[in-house]
């Protein structure tokens, strides 16, 4: 597994493909505050990559950088074999990548169905008139996107829930509404931002277990920031450790809980 | 009204009825379920190829007739599917509760000697693989829910619909299997079912195909069941109640059986579906309407008006129209704009529009519980039933319900009480043994097959009823010889929206004492009306506010046991609120939410101690069981009050 080749196969017997994403070189400033500085590392077909390190390490830059929301100063971000200009957001949803957001970006007034839904809109095509009037393909669209919404609502055990606004609902249950939102997208690269920041320790098991039932069942390629580092290594199979904007580790879990600077950078090291 | 046709009695096993049906009820539906948020129906003939296909990947599988088969779920058509396809085989099939952890599982699974699994999902699955090195006799697992499950060694493991194609593939057995079901006799096993029993390890529960098809016969004539009801099931298929219902009933009068999406969304599948005949606990009515009394105490002004005058209104009226009694024209009148204003709604936000016959049983209901739905025009009666008697032994006769008594002895039922008081009986569902435990079915079933029941009760003269007092040994005797009845004062006590549970002390003692537990929806509810902050459920129960109220429960308790000379002893002197809600997984309860008295006693001894030693507080420490199987500790300071009671010359006096 310490050859980065064309491909490894985990421990748990899933073979991960090549890079679907590399970054190169990036670096990242805001004026004169260097947040991410000279950064490389890929995600590969069908792996969970987790970004990992201490508060203000740089881990939602990088993520914002991969999202295409952030333009690095310097260095590349290739996607598939492609190298990636300056986009919109729209744009690189349409590419197959989804996100969800540290601070739970939903709707609150609208139902969970609703919330889901809104993240088929990059796959509805009908015009706006046949939709304002819904008959002829926007009927037929619809139906087709509620039973793929149907089939998320199932997934994540939210049927109790379709019809509530997110506002009413637990924190917990929210992230997992906006876990199915970007679902919705059927996106090939999954990007978590703090997918389990503030839940309860049985929370973040339901959540795990969603996270690796979607790379399971759906193939999908998944990136994610996270702060709880027991739940980080249990769930990905390699780990990149960012400190003060740099690159300070990258590899499997355990290579990566046993590596001295990231033992270093989470528990501090002794005054001299 | 559908069809009445019954199946003819010489078809004496559940196979042989399902054939039936697939013919002579074929297009009727039989299954539902909702799938992706959209009710999907599967007719008599469907079930019957599904169950057939099912059945003859499990010959394929190596299942041989006497085998037994375990089934875990939540209610699901495809267990059901698997229980018919079970008996096809000749096998029994052993519907086991899937709340229970993977110990208490363990020791079914391993006393049954299952030898296949049904589960539902990778949850069971996981329990019971844990558990597996103590289950020798556990060859096959099947399951339905394949999600999470892709990368389990699938060498013992196999899916639902695998099990089916091969059952497809080889239907070369068909001749055999259709041999298997026609040599299946009515005094083979039907089902075996473990009793949750409030003390000792469970037992299983052997009962027949005559059993069931008896029992299930007589009370849908009793109560005109036709293929056109339906039903929801929703309550734990280990249970006998669901196997009658969903399974004895179901193919017996042909009528659909409903399964709710998921546990959560209970309330929503019982509105969609508006089921015509509808069973549940009283904790479930209890819970219905705490809800709606919730609801209602936040409504406007006019909302709230509307709702006490036709409730006070239908609470007069209503039972007597519901009974055809005669009843004035205006208050008809004014009961018929009441339905269109309050009742209709209401009963349609209940779900409960369509039910024509709801049934409650397993613990006393509340009678102004009862009174509330009987008033609302809901046809809600009462049985008193035992696994060990396919459910029946009383029911209400429409026209005679009430909410004190249990009915009176159902079709083919002999009643009798013996000199201690305690209720036998003797009918055609009485079951054939325990399973490998001829000392207890001897304890139990007498020779003549008269079956004791546990609860001490009495006929009522004049009318038949009968009337249950309590667990027959729990009924004791207080240290100055009075009457001491812990389940009636309990019951009494939890009537009350705000109490949940109560557990009362007092055999051999000179004052009874009791353990409360706060409803956590009504009492936070009331708290956030009150601008009461709490944490945690602990905090909120120690609240003096909190204290206030439930004294005040429990003093009207102890007028109204005053008003019984035989009761009076039984008034409750001092009492606490406990830090913790009684649980299942701590043993407390059984699974059926029974209270399991000897194990609080044992767990709380020393708050027990306190209660009686005139301690103002006391120090307490619980071990909890968390629903995986990890133990912590909750710990608090309790507070112990006094209640006041009605004193015997205060009687006299008064």
Redesign the interface.
């Known amino acids: 597994m310490k050859d980065m080749g064309q491909g490894f196969v985990t421990p ?3 073979r991960i493909g090549g890079p679907v994403m590399e970054v190169k070189n990036i670096t990242l400033r805001f004026g004169g505050v260097t947040a991410l500085s000279d950064i490389s590392f890929d995600i590969r077909e069908g792996e969970v990559r987790a970004i990992i390190g201490p508060n203000g390490a740089g881990k939602s830059s990088m993520l914002n950088v991969i999202n295409g929301f952030y333009h690095p100063q310097e260095g590349e971000v290739w996607f598939r074999g492609q190298k990636r200009g300056p986009m919109k957001p729209h744009q690189i949803a349409h590419q197959g990548i989804a996100r969800t957001f540290q601070n739970i970006a939903l709707f609150k007034g609208m139902s969970t169905l609703d919330n889901i839904m809104s993240g088929r809109l990059t796959k509805m095509k009908a015009s706006m008139f046949s939709q304002a009037y819904w008959f002829g393909a926007a009927e037929r669209e619809e139906t087709e996107h ?2 793929a919404v ?2 998320i ?3 994540l ?1 939210i ?2 829930i ?1 019809k509530t606004p997110v506002g009413r609902l637990p924190y917990g249950l929210q992230k997992r509404v906006e876990l199915g939102r970007a679902l919705a997208a059927e996106p090939s690269l999954l990007l978590l931002d703090e997918p389990m920041a503030g839940m309860n320790v049985e929370e973040k098991e339901d959540m795990s ?1 969603f996270i ?2 979607v790379n ?2 759906f193939g999908t390629t998944i990136a994610l920031i996270e702060h709880d580092m027991g739940v980080v290594m249990d769930i990905s199979d390699r780990v990149v450790v960012l400190d003060y904007g740099r690159k300070i580790g990258d590899g499997p879990p355990d290579e990566v809980r046993n590596d001295q600077a990231v033992i270093d950078a989470y528990l501090g090291v002794p005054h001299e | 009204m559908g069809d009445h046709v019954a199946p003819p009695e010489a078809l004496d096993t559940l196979p042989k009825i399902l054939d039936w049906n697939a013919t002579a009820r074929a297009g009727l539906p039989a299954s539902r379920e909702k799938a992706f948020g959209i009710w999907q129906s599967f007719t008599w003939a469907e079930v019957r190829e599904e169950a057939r296909a099912f059945a003859l990947g499990l010959l394929n599988l190596g299942l041989a007739p006497g085998d037994r088969v375990a089934i875990v779920g939540e209610n699901r058509p495809r267990l059901y599917w698997a229980m018919a396809a079970s008996q096809m085989c000749g096998a029994v099939p052993v519907p086991v509760y899937q709340d229970s952890v993977a110990e208490e599982m363990q020791y079914v699974l391993d006393h049954a000697g299952a030898r296949f699994a049904v589960v539902e999902n990778q949850e069971q699955v996981d329990k019971l693989l844990s558990v597996k090195d103590r289950l020798p006799a556990l060859e096959r697992m099947i399951y339905v829910e394949p999600r999470g499950l892709r990368r389990y060694d699938h060498e013992r493991l196999h899916a639902f619909g695998e099990v089916q194609a091969r059952g497809r593939a080889g239907a070369d057995r068909a001749e055999e299997l259709d041999a298997l079901i026609a040599s299946a006799k009515g005094a083979d096993t039907c089902v075996m079912l473990y009793t949750s029993g409030t003390t000792g390890k469970p037992k299983g529960v052997v009962l027949s195909h005559d059993n069931i098809l008896s029992a299930a016969r007589s009370s849908s004539v009793f109560d005109d069941l036709c293929a056109a009801d339906s039903v929801l099931a929703y309550l734990p298929m280990a249970w006998v109640g669901d196997f009658i219902f969903s399974m004895g009933q179901a193919y017996v009068c042909g009528f659909s059986v409903a399964c709710p999406e998921s546990a959560e969304t209970m309330l929503s599948d019982l509105k969609e579906i508006g089921p015509t005949y509808f069973f549940a606990p009283p904790r479930v009515f209890e819970n219905l309407l705490t809800s709606v009394t919730i609801r209602m105490e936040d409504a406007g002004k006019l909302k709230k008006w509307l709702f006490r005058t036709f409730m006070d209104h239908a609470k007069r009226v209503g039972p007597d129209i519901l009974d055809g009694k005669p009843v004035g024209f205006m208050d008809r009148l004014k009961y018929r704009l009441g339905d269109l204003l309050v009742y209709g709604p209401l009963k349609n936000t209940l779900g409960m529009s369509r039910v024509r016959l709801g049934y409650t049983a397993g613990e006393a209901i509340g009678p102004e519980i009862f009174q509330f739905y009987r008033a609302l025009g809901v046809n809600l009666k009462q049985l008193y039933g035992q696994t060990e008697a396919s459910v029946f032994i009383t029911m209400q006769p429409n026209g005679e319900v009430r909410a004190d008594t249990v009915g009176v002895p159902s079709p083919g039922v002999e009643l009798r009480i013996d000199e201690k008081g305690e209720v036998w009986y003797r009918s055609p569902g009485v079951f054939v043994e325990y399973y490998k435990q001829p000392e207890k079915t001897a304890e139990t079933k007498d020779a003549e097959g008269w079956v004791a029941t546990g609860d001490a009760g009495f006929i009522e003269e004049g009318t038949g009823h009968l009337r249950i007092i309590d667990r027959a040994k729990d009924v004791g005797k207080m240290a100055d010889g009075s009457l001491f009845a812990p389940k009636f004062i309990e019951n009494k006590l939890k009537f009350f929206p705000d109490i949940l549970e109560a557990v009362v002390f007092g055999a051999g003692r000179d004052m009874c004492c009791a353990f409360v537990n706060i409803d956590l929806g009504s009492v936070g509810n009331w708290a956030e009306r009150n601008n009461i902050a709490y944490a945690s459920y602990t905090e909120l129960a120690q609240h003096p506010r909190v204290y206030e109220t439930i004294r005040a429960h429990v003093e009207a308790v102890n007028r109204s046991l005053a008003e019984d000379p035989m009761l009076a002893g039984g008034q409750i002197h001092r009492f606490v609120v406990l830090h913790k809600q009684l649980d299942a997984d701590d043993g407390e309860l059984t699974r059926t939410q029974k209270v399991r008295r000897t194990i609080i006693a044992d767990r709380y001894a020393p708050i027990i101690e306190a209660l009686y030693s005139g301690a103002k507080e006391v120090f307490a420490e619980t071990e909890v069981t968390y629903e995986d199987g990890r133990k912590g500790k909750i710990s608090a300071t309790l507070r112990i009050e006094d209640a006041a009671v009605v004193s015997a010359q205060r009687r006299a006096a008064a």
């Open positions: 748990d017997g899933r509620r039973e149907e089939r609502i199932d997934f055990e049927q109790a379709r277990r690796l039932d399971d069942e």
